[in-house]
Nanobody, 119 residues
Framework: QVQLVESGGGLVQAGGSLRLSCVAS?????????MGWFRQAPGKDRVVVAR????????SYADFVQGRFTISSESAKNTIYLQMNNLKPEDTAIYYC???????????WGQGTQVTVSS
C-alpha cells in the first residue's frame, strides 16, 4: 500500500518561499508513474498545481504557478518536492501530494499540509 506524507507547510509573508516535501512509501518502483501536487483553497475545488512524470522525466505546471513553483524528485529518498517562490496570498490552500496507481489515475493521496500566505 502506497503512503504519502507531506511536510513543509506553514505561514509566510507574500513574496516569501516555502519548500514542501512528500515522502512516498510502498511504491515498488519510485521512478515510474506520475506524482503531483494539488491544492484546495477554502470553498474551492481541488486543482492540480504541478505534475512530475518520474520515468521520462517531465514536468507540467498550472498557469497560475508557472515560473514561481518547481517540482522535483529525489529517488534515493523516495521524495518529491515543491519549491514555491514569490508566494501570493491567493496561494493560500491545503497542498496535497498524490501518486498515480497501476491504471494511471491518482489513486494515492497524502493528508495535506497547510500553506498560508499573508499580505
Amino acid at each position: 500500500q502506497v503512503q504519502l506524507v507531506e511536510s513543509g507547510g506553514g505561514l509566510v509573508q507574500a513574496g516569501g518561499s516555502l519548500r514542501l516535501s512528500c515522502v512516498a512509501s510502498g511504491r515498488t518502483n519510485f521512478n515510474r508513474g506520475t506524482m503531483g501536487w494539488f491544492r484546495q483553497a477554502p470553498g474551492k475545488d481541488r486543482v492540480v498545481v504541478a505534475r512530475l512524470n518520474l520515468f521520462l522525466p517531465s514536468t507540467s505546471y498550472a498557469d497560475f504557478v508557472q515560473g514561481r513553483f518547481t517540482i522535483s524528485s529525489e529517488s534515493a529518498k523516495n521524495t518529491i518536492y515543491l519549491q514555491m517562490n514569490n508566494l501570493k496570498p491567493e496561494d493560500t490552500a491545503i497542498y496535497y501530494c498524490a501518486s498515480t496507481g497501476p491504471t494511471g489515475t491518482y489513486d494515492y493521496w497524502g493528508q495535506g499540509t497547510q500553506v498560508t500566505v499573508s499580505s
